[in-house]
């Protein structure tokens, strides 16, 4: 585990007639991060079976990511990108579904993917800066010196983007 990566596992009220929980509030998450996190986007997207989107960060307007699975499942991943922390080039991954509810967050600093590993999902995603395709960048998701265990039972449906990405050797990290 890299402690700055948290899996949060909400509250969820229900019975036979459906379920309720409280998704986000601003309060409860700034206390489990430790600190005043403001998110300026929401974004949604929807992928097939066997996409693999990733591993994604800008270098400049880093975002930190909360992200969940309202529709199907994802194995989720974020890599240490820090080149000054003890953790750097290690990743956490943890499987996020409409089943139970989790949520990852992905802090300012970290490359961030996932994997659809249900037939479709629906994947959102709040970020604390905006989006600056000019500073996007991406690391190949399957590096060895990283070593991602993804639940692969075929080869992963990339972008143009994501075949292009590079190793961490080659790139651009955070100070």
């Known amino acids: 585990m890299i402690p700055d990566v948290l899996v ?3 509250n969820v009220f229900g019975d036979a007639r459906g379920f309720f929980f409280e998704s986000f509030n601003q309060r409860t998450f700034n206390q489990v991060v430790g600190k005043d996190v403001q998110f300026v986007q929401d974004n949604h997207s929807r992928s097939s079976r066997g996409v693999l989107r990733g591993l994604h960060y800008q270098i400049k307007q ?3 990511k909360l992200v969940r699975v309202v529709r199907g499942s994802v194995f989720d991943v974020a890599v240490d990108l820090r080149k000054n922390s ?3 080039g290690q990743w956490v991954g943890a499987e996020l579904s409409e089943e139970n509810r989790r949520q990852m967050w ?3 600093g970290f490359a961030h993917g996932f994997l659809v590993t249900s ?3 629906d994947f959102l995603y709040k970020t604390t800066d905006y989006y600056a395709p000019e500073h996007e960048r991406c690391i190949a998701w399957d590096d060895p010196a990283i070593g991602i265990r993804w639940p692969l039972d075929v ?4 972008s143009a983007k994501d075949q292009q990405g590079l190793l961490l050797v080659q790139a651009e990290v955070y100070a």
Do not use: M
């Open 8 to 10: 949060i596992e909400p």
């Open 62 to 64: 880093p975002q930190g």
């Open 86 to 88: 003890t953790t750097f």
């Open 106 to 108: 992905v802090p300012t």
């Open 119 to 121: 037939e479709s999902a």
């Open 155 to 158: 080869d992963p449906q990339l």
